[in-house]
T-cell receptor, first 116, second 113 residues
């Protein structure tokens, strides 16, 4: 079962709200990723977790806070976002060494976030 | 540093015609290269990948790509386009030891009846 599940599919939040995006995979993958995709643009890496530890943070503002509670789950906590943060947020997973060893990175369907 | 360049932000073909989507890479080491497809309002799905096992790579939905080191290219082709192939296509290269993906800017494929 090559599936990454993301919830919610759509989220509208105000600039003072606190919300979370959730991601789950049951492929036994030990690397998990958050990407951000603006309209008509390619996905851009935000965070990488490897064996439940944060290994890459691409200089993402602190209003985005990732969390990896266990090897199957990945959350993205959102607080005090700006309208320009509105985008599609994609979760992904892969075997531990990621695409650097030719492994496939599997993507979820994404969560559409609108900040008002 | 690894990077990919996709030539043509929009390609339009007739149904049944050849599909050719261009991707050139830049890498100081032998690269791992990927093609993903994104249908409207969906996530990304892997079409195929090059991992140095074979230069001609066959993927899903009748797509294939050929790795050409001399041309630093990894173009995606399909002999006969279907309406259902209309989507955004991204070429990507693996970056660094962590192996996350660096994407090209994407090519939107339109298929005319």
């Amino acid at each position: 079962d090559t599936e990454v599940t993301q919830t919610p599919k759509h989220l509208v939040m105000g600039m003072t709200n606190k919300k979370s995006l959730k991601c789950e995979q049951h492929m036994g993958h030990r690397a998990m990723y958050w990407y951000k995709q603006k309209a008509k643009k390619p996905p851009e890496l935000m965070f990488v977790y490897s064996y439940e530890k944060l290994s890459i943070n691409e200089s993402v503002p602190s209003r985005f806070s990732p969390e990896c509670p266990n090897s199957s789950l990945l959350n993205l906590h959102l607080h005090a976002l700006q309208p320009e943060d509105s985008a599609l947020y994609l979760c992904a997973s892969s075997q531990d060494s990621g695409a650097g060893s030719g492994n496939t990175i599997y993507f979820g369907e994404g969560s559409w976030l609108t900040v008002v | 540093a690894q990077s990919v360049t996709q030539l043509g932000s929009h390609v339009s073909v007739s149904e049944g015609a050849l599909v050719l989507l261009r991707c050139n890479y830049s890498s100081s080491v032998p690269p791992y290269l990927f093609w993903y497809v994104q249908y409207p309002n969906q996530g990304l799905q892997l079409l195929l990948k090059y991992t140095s096992a074979a230069t001609l790579v066959k993927g899903i939905n009748g797509f294939e790509a050929e790795f050409k080191k001399s041309e630093t290219s990894f173009h995606l082709t399909k002999p006969s386009a279907h309406m259902s192939d209309a989507a955004e296509y991204f070429c990507a290269v693996a970056k660094g030891s962590q192996g996350n993906l660096i994407f090209g800017k994407g090519t939107k494929l339109s298929v005319k009846p």
